[in-house]
């Protein structure tokens, strides 16, 4: 007799468990069973949820993994759509194996909650799924072997109808059934290859942005030496510069604006008389402040890492000196980008807890 297929719905939050649903529908495909997921709905006419209804009824286990995200909360149940898939598997009771990180205070601050009201929500979840039995997990790797051991083990002690390659089942049911599978493993292929290309990559966390603090080197008068230093942070440079970067701005005009920035820093930390000694110089002039070379290139470099703004050359034709010359130019513009603008937008809007303090 034919040895039963299993389907099998992963469930978790999306976008910071990339690597580890990967991890995981690798695994279910070593053991030669079916993997279901976000990640391989065919084309429908039905609603997402009604989707998600549909395939997780049609699995015969159901593997959760739970990182350091709640994750989107559906407004109707006030519940997560991981927990809301949870309950729903448990409704029609599938067997649900459950895998949880181990080291939740190791996971990386943008892949944690940092609201305390849905850190609780999270270890409310965490409560409801203890009553089954649970695995830990710490690395990609480890959740990999231990979904492959626990399923295994699960076909065994817990086995479920599955899907079997028999002459009894109807040809134009197991027909429509292989072309659901094939819809699916080809969208699953698409994403591997996506999430290959995305390793390529280095993880943006480990750069330095925020609040984290950056050291800025300034000349005056062209003089510059290893004293001439003021700390600032990512988040407040990007707020000094952002303003100016809405429409296109040439990358003279942004250096001043740093030089600006510089200055004004100094003004705050130092009086006339502390920081005529700290510059060698009587009389103060705003205009022979300058950004070093250093900075300025490592401040642009790290906005166009984080993808905030978008450099541009404009090339014109000048009149040389010389009769019947002519020579061309290029200057370069900054311009915040989409994910810039959104950025800036969020921190110059009016919030609504503020509202009535602004009008």
């Not at 440079?237 to 920035?261: G, H, M, P, T």
Request: proline share 4%; charged share 25%.
């Amino acid at each position: 007799m034919s040895q039963p297929r299993y389907q099998i719905f992963v469930s978790s939050t999306f976008r910071d468990l990339q690597e580890e649903r990967q991890a995981v529908l690798n695994a279910i495909l070593k053991l030669n069973q079916f993997p279901a997921g976000m990640e391989i709905f065919p084309a429908a006419n039905d609603t997402p949820w009604e989707m998600i209804e549909r395939i997780i009824k049609d699995s015969d286990y159901y593997v959760l993994i739970i990182g350091g995200k709640y994750g989107s909360i559906d407004a109707e149940s006030n519940l997560s759509y991981t927990e809301k898939e949870y309950h729903f598997a448990v409704s029609q009771n599938i067997p649900v194996l459950p895998f949880i990180h181990s080291e939740p205070g190791q996971i990386p601050r943008d892949k944690s909650e940092m609201k305390p009201e849905v850190q609780e929500k999270l270890d409310a979840f965490k409560q409801k799924v203890n009553k089954h039995h649970c695995n830990y997990w710490r690395t990609v790797d480890e959740l990999g072997t231990n979904v492959l051991a626990s399923l295994s083990m699960s076909f065994v002690m817990n086995p479920q109808k599955g899907w079997i390659k028999a002459g009894g089942t109807d040809k134009s049911e197991l027909l429509e059934r292989l072309a659901v599978l094939q819809q699916r493993y080809d969208n699953l292929i698409e994403e591997n290859l996506k999430l290959k290309d995305l390793s390529l990559f280095l993880d943006i966390a480990q750069f330095s942005f925020g609040d984290d603090v950056i050291n800025l080197n300034y000349k005056y008068e062209s003089r510059i030496n290893p004293n001439f230093v003021i700390q600032s942070t990512w988040n407040r440079l990007f707020s000094e510069l952002a303003d100016n970067l809405i429409a296109k701005c040439v990358e003279n005009s942004v250096q001043k604006i740093l030089a600006n920035y510089v200055f004004q820093e100094l003004k705050l930390n130092y009086d006339r008389k502390q920081l005529s000694q700290l510059l060698d110089a009587e009389v103060i002039k705003t205009s022979d402040f300058e950004i070093s070379d250093d900075s300025f290139v490592a401040v642009r470099n790290q906005f166009l890492l984080f993808g905030l703004i978008d450099i541009s050359e404009i090339s014109y034709q000048r009149t040389s000196p010389l009769p019947n010359m002519s020579f061309t130019e290029v200057i370069w513009t900054w311009q915040l980008s989409n994910k810039g603008r959104k950025l800036y937008l969020s921190q110059k809007a009016i919030r609504r807890e503020n509202i009535e303090n602004s009008i």
